[in-house]
C-alpha cells in the first residue's frame, strides 16, 4: 500500500511544477502557454548538456534553468503578446506551434535517442516496504521546496500582490500603479523556469527525449484544469489527482477478472486516464475542483 503511495507522489512531481507554471501564466496572460511542457524537456537537455561539457549537476541545472526562463520571457515578447493582441485561442495555438518547432529543435541538434544524467548508481531504499532511490527522495524535496517557495512569493511579497492584483483585474491593477507589463513578465519567467526544473527532475529519475514534451502535455494540462486554470496552488492538488488515477490504472491487477493470475494494463494507457479526467472535469466542473479566476476552460 505504501508503495502505491510513493508512486503517486513520483508521479505528481513529474507533473506539479509544470502544471503550476502553466496556471501561474494562465492567471495573469489568460491563455494556456503549451509550450511549457517543451520549456521542461529544453531545461532538462540543456542541463545534461551543460554536465557532460564539466559543469557539476546543479550548477547546470541552475544555468539550465534561468537559460529557459529568458527563452521564455523572448518568446513572450517576440510571439506571444503580439498573438495575444489578436486573440487567446490565437495564442493557444501558436504556443502549440511554437511546442513542435522547440521539438524538431531537439530531433535536428540532440537526434532521436534518449538522453539521461550522469549519475551514481545506488542501491533503492526501503522505507515502510516501498522502494525508493535516493535521486527519487532528492526530487520529492526539491519539488516540495520549489513549491513552498513560490507559495511565499504569492502570498508574502509585494510581486506576488502584484500578481494577484494584476489576475483579479488587469486593467484596476494598471490604474493603480502596478507596472503589469514587467508583472506578466516576471511570471512568465517564473513559470519556464519551474518547468524546466521539472524536467530536470523527471529526468533525474529516469531519462529525456524529444517526445517528453509532448508526452507530458495531456496529464500536466489536465492537472492545470482540474486544479482550476488561473489557479496556480490548486494545480498541485490537480496533479496529485492525476497521479493517482494514472497510477491506479498501471496498478490494479485484472488477472481475477479475466481468469488469470496476473494482467496488468500497459504503461501507456495511464493518458488515456488523464484524458477521462479532462474530459469529465470539463463536463462537470468546468472551473476546476477549486476558486479559480475563470469562468470556462
Aim: aromatic share 6%; proline share 4%; hydrophobic share 60%.
Amino acid at each position: 500500500m505504501f508503495q502505491f503511495v510513493v508512486d503517486v507522489a513520483l508521479r505528481a512531481c513529474d507533473l506539479m511544477l509544470i502544471a503550476v507554471g502553466m496556471s501561474a501564466v494562465y492567471s495573469l496572460m489568460k491563455f494556456p502557454n503549451i509550450a511549457l511542457a517543451q520549456y521542461a524537456a529544453m531545461g532538462a537537455f540543456l542541463a545534461i548538456v551543460l554536465q557532460r561539457a564539466g559543469l557539476p549537476l546543479v550548477p547546470s541545472s541552475i544555468v539550465a534553468v534561468l537559460i529557459v526562463g529568458v527563452v521564455a520571457v523572448l518568446l513572450n515578447r517576440v510571439l506571444f503578446e503580439r498573438m495575444l493582441a489578436i486573440g487567446s485561442s490565437t495564442a493557444m495555438i501558436g504556443s502549440l506551434a511554437v511546442s513542435m518547432v522547440i521539438s524538431a529543435i531537439f530531433l535536428v541538434i540532440i537526434g532521436p535517442s534518449p538522453a539521461r544524467f550522469n549519475l551514481e548508481i545506488t542501491r533503492p531504499l526501503r522505507v515502510l516496504g516501498a522502494r525508493i532511490t535516493e535521486h527519487q527522495v532528492l526530487s520529492l524535496g526539491i519539488t516540495a521546496a520549489a513549491i513552498s517557495v513560490f507559495a511565499i512569493l504569492l502570498f508574502k511579497t509585494d510581486l506576488g500582490r502584484c500578481m494577484r492584483a494584476t489576475a483579479t483585474n488587469n486593467l484596476l491593477a494598471d490604474a493603480t500603479g502596478i507596472d503589469t507589463r514587467k508583472t506578466k513578465t516576471a511570471v512568465v519567467a517564473i513559470s519556464a523556469c519551474l518547468a524546466a526544473l521539472g524536467g530536470i527532475i523527471i529526468t533525474m529519475k529516469g531519462e529525456v527525449n524529444i517526445q517528453t514534451g509532448l508526452d507530458l502535455l495531456l496529464p500536466v494540462f489536465s492537472a492545470a484544469i482540474l486544479g482550476g486554470l488561473g489557479n496556480p496552488l490548486g494545480a498541485v492538488g490537480g496533479a496529485i489527482v492525476i497521479a493517482m488515477a494514472e497510477t491506479l490504472i498501471t496498478n490494479v491487477n485484472f488477472g481475477p477478472i479475466l481468469g488469470q493470475d496476473l494482467v496488468f494494463l500497459p504503461a501507456a494507457y495511464a493518458t488515456a486516464g488523464s484524458f477521462v479526467i479532462l474530459v469529465l472535469t470539463l463536463l462537470w466542473r468546468p472551473r476546476g475542483l477549486f476558486i479559480s479566476e475563470v469562468k470556462r476552460v
